[in-house]
């Protein structure tokens, strides 16, 4: 079973900055695109950002020239950089992989998600 272990959340202040990790782990697998999510109280899930295993970034507008997303392909991780936090951008973080296993007959491809990091931006 593949799990993606999420790090990186905590309290800042506005203008601060903080960066969050995303690795997966559990077996020999091929991840396609991967990305970050999140859902602050009383709303709903919404995507941050979006990474191709080449590299190619999509960011949602709110975020952009703040957020920056990279990967690690022979780390199986996903990062994002989070910068000039604002209050707004409070809210539980989820990354999000599509993965193939090959450790079973036939192999699989599906979503995985990570268990969620809180980011909390408050002076």
């Known amino acids: 079973q593949v799990q993606l272990v999420e790090s990186g959340g905590g309290l800042v202040q506005p203008g601060g900055s903080l960066r969050l990790s995303c690795a997966a782990s559990?077996?020999?697998?091929?991840?396609?695109?991967m990305g970050w999510y999140r859902q602050a109280p009383g709303k709903q899930r919404e995507p941050v950002a979006h990474?191709?295993?080449?590299?190619?970034?999509n960011y949602v507008d709110s975020v952009k020239g703040r957020f920056t997303i990279s990967r690690d392909n022979a780390k199986n991780t996903v990062y994002l950089q989070m910068n000039s936090l604002k209050p707004e951008d409070t809210a539980v973080y989820y990354c999000?992989?599509?993965?193939?296993?090959?450790?079973?007959?036939?192999?699989?491809?599906?979503?995985?998600w990570g268990q969620g990091t809180q980011v909390t931006v408050a002076s």
């Open positions: 990474i191709t295993r080449g590299h190619s970034q």
């Open positions: 559990g077996g020999s697998v091929y991840i396609y695109d």
């Open positions: 999000n992989a599509d993965v193939t296993v090959f450790s079973g007959s036939p192999y699989t491809r599906s979503d995985y």
